[in-house]
């Protein structure tokens, strides 16, 4: 979703598809930060993500607001 300095969010959702009706259903979503590491185990800067459509764009946004609360 976004890189901070030397973190990241990941988004993550998980859908449950109905065999019979073939209907999608969203069921869970979740969101783990990670931190860059060097092999000293120290903190190190990641690549930047820039966001391509809208979608991305709202994740991107929703990222920040989650890490300032």
Do not use: C, H, W
Not at 34 to 44: D, I, T
Not at 47 to 59: D, G, L, S, W
Request: glycine share 2%; aromatic share 10%.
């Amino acid at each position: 979703n976004r890189a901070f300095s030397s973190s990241m969010e990941i988004g993550v959702r998980s859908y449950l598809k109905d065999p019979v009706t073939s209907e999608t259903k969203m069921l869970s979503e979740a969101f783990f930060t990670f931190v860059a590491l060097s092999q000293s185990g120290k903190p190190y800067n990641v690549v930047p993500v820039k966001p391509e459509t809208a979608e991305e764009q709202q994740q991107f946004e929703a990222a920040l607001a989650r890490r300032n609360q």
